[in-house]
């Protein structure tokens, strides 16, 4: 059976995708990021399958493993309005990566893939860009559905994140008319669930006598409540759920997000930012820089969504083939 839910787990990161399609029955065979600090924590957590470093242009399709699945949240800059609005024409050839994904669907024609990336590549150039996207992938043989999904209603965790799932599988199996995408489901965890034990937590991340606790501590800070700083005032979330992890995080400055504990206003540590992306508490943190781990959660995915989906994928390509029927699972809630 495993045979034919073998993955590659593409854009890797620190393997979110690759725990949700664990988590829902499938096994990793190959794992590729061309950045070096992800291989710390990517090996720690996967000594099996481990992360192979280099930029995936220069690697040979030739040498990939046997897969069935195509995993990858491909780089986000080109699409993102945050980002730099060039959309394929990147100079620096991240909007090329998604034909590099193509080449390799193409070439080894895998029963489907999941691909994920933010909510406005839908909307980014007018529509032109995902149009691109979906006539390329119809083309070489795939049918796709694609929908927005925000971690926090259909994760099961308090973060407001909307990205886009897209699943493909090959036309000539069918199996998208068996795929749908998951319902939403309440969310019953909150801030205050998600963070760790003030006395636990090192003095570092607290702004207490800090240059910015000046300021800060003029606004009046609730606790199980998400802040932000933005250059001169305070933005509280409203909606009691944090507002969603960027890599932004990892560039110094005041880009994490503030809560109030019992001891104090600091920072989300980066043990609470792997549980707001659904990462479960067996998953280890290497020692590295904060500034890196920050980066690497804002960067990954909701673990807990993208098992939700990879169930449905393996229930739809299960359907047709092996004609098991399946219950619909509860989410696991990683925290
Ligand atoms: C949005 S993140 C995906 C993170 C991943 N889904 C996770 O759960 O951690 C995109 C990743 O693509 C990697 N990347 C960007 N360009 C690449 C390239 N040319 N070759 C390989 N990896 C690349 C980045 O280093 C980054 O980790």
Redesign the pocket.
């Known amino acids: 059976m495993a045979q034919k839910y073998r993955t590659i787990?593409?854009?890797?990161?620190?393997?979110?995708?690759?725990?949700g399609f664990e988590r829902a029955g499938f096994t990793t065979v190959f794992a590729?990021?061309?950045?070096p600090k992800?291989k710390d924590t990517y090996d720690q957590n996967f000594p099996n399958v481990q992360l192979t470093v280099?930029?995936?242009?220069?690697?040979d399709i030739e040498d990939l493993p046997e897969f069935d699945f195509l995993?990858?949240?491909?780089?986000?800059q080109p699409f993102s309005v945050a980002g730099y609005r060039q959309g394929f024409e990147d100079e620096r050839?991240?909007g090329n990566?998604f034909f590099?994904i193509v080449r390799i669907l193409k070439k080894r024609r895998p029963t489907g893939f999941l691909l994920?990336?933010v909510k406005n590549l839908h909307t980014h150039d007018k529509g032109n860009t995902f149009r691109v996207i979906s006539d390329t992938l119809n083309k070489i043989g795939y049918d796709i559905e694609a929908k927005v999904l925000n971690s926090m209603k259909y994760g099961g965790v308090p973060q407001n994140r909307e990205r886009i799932y897209i699943v493909g599988f090959l036309r000539e199996n069918g199996y998208i008319y068996n795929f749908e995408f998951p319902e939403s489901i309440d969310l019953k965890t909150s801030i205050a669930d998600i963070l760790e034990n003030p006395r636990d937590i090192d003095e570092k991340y607290y702004y207490n006598d800090k240059p910015l606790f000046e300021k800060l501590q003029k606004y009046p800070f609730r606790e199980g409540v998400v802040y932000q700083w933005r250059r001169k005032y305070i933005r509280e979330n409203k909606s009691g759920v944090c507002p969603t992890l960027t890599?932004n995080m990892g560039m110094g400055g005041h880009n994490v997000p503030i809560v109030k504990d019992k001891r104090g206003i600091r920072k989300l540590t980066p043990r609470e930012c792997a549980r707001l992306?659904g990462f479960p508490g067996t998953y280890q943190l290497p020692n590295i820089a904060d500034s890196a781990l920050y980066k690497?959660?804002g960067?990954?995915?909701t673990?807990t969504v993208?098992e939700r989906v990879a169930r449905n994928m393996k229930r739809a390509a299960l359907k047709d083939t092996d004609n098991i029927k399946q219950p619909r699972l509860e989410v696991e809630l990683a925290v």
């Open positions: 787990d593409l854009f890797a990161g620190v393997g979110g995708i690759r725990i590729n990021d061309f950045e992800c280099e930029d995936l242009q220069k690697i995993l990858g949240g491909f780089p986000c050839g991240r990566l590099d994920e990336n890599a992306q690497q959660f960067n990954s995915v673990v993208v």
